[in-house]
T-cell receptor
């Protein structure tokens, strides 16, 4: 599983897009990129995951660099409810072990 | 939908006491997991069960035992609690491994004094 690097914290204004970066320079060809978020006093919540191409769902978009050494989670319109710690995780396709780092704490300013 | 239910939500133990944390899921998931989260830290995997009848150690298994009672239930036991086990414990489940996304419970806050 590749090590991931994220900024400790970021700020965003409400109703603006947010781009959360993640570096995973040692990722292998079969490692997936997963994003989870954890709201205060709650368990983590699955956001999105992908392998090579960009992915979209109702919560967010995941943009994966062509060389796969980095990715960006995109929240299209930040709301106060999006204030959370966001975790970027890289793991092999057959692995059952998601390793959570310290993540990026996103603050949303009204 | 209840999702993943953990009991109890809060617990205070004395050093040396034992207890079992319960976890049940109603999504017919095959895989279940136990994590702990210490203040300011990410989650660390204690044990997981890829499917009913199997269990495997994660990153920090020492001091814990687990039982996959059936497909729905996965319990975590502390045989002799220590202050270092003070933490928030999260149970999670997934259809089969991380590819399908984990669903987490709301956590058990355990304090060992």
């Amino acid at each position: 599983d590749a090590k991931t690097t994220q900024p400790n914290s970021m700020e965003s204004n409400e109703e603006e897009p947010v781009h959360l970066p993640c570096n995973h320079s040692t990722i292998s060809g079969t490692d997936y990129i997963h994003w989870y978020r954890q709201l205060p006093s709650q368990g983590p919540e699955y956001v999105i995951h992908g392998l090579t191409s960009n992915v979209n769902n109702r919560m967010a978009s995941l943009a994966i660099a062509e060389d796969r050494k980095s990715s960006t989670l995109i929240l299209h319109r930040a709301t106060l409810r999006d204030a959370a710690v966001y975790y970027c995780i890289s793991t092999g396709a057959g692995s059952y072990q998601l390793t959570f780092g310290k993540g990026t704490k996103l603050s949303v300013i009204p | 939908n209840a999702g993943v239910t953990q009991t109890p939500k809060f617990q205070v133990l004395k050093t040396g006491q034992s207890m079992t944390l319960q976890c049940a899921q109603d999504m017919n998931h095959n895989s279940m997991y136990w994590y702990r989260q210490d203040p300011g830290m990410g989650l660390r995997l204690i044990y997981y069960s890829a499917s009913e009848g199997t269990t495997d150690k994660g990153e920090v298994p020492n001091g814990y035992n687990v039982s996959r009672l059936n497909k729905r239930e996965f319990s975590l036991r502390l045989e002799s609690a220590a202050p270092s086990q003070t933490s928030v414990y999260f149970c999670a489940s997934s259809e089969a491994g991380p590819y399908y996304g984990y669903t987490f419970g709301s956590g058990t806050r355990l304090t060992v004094v």
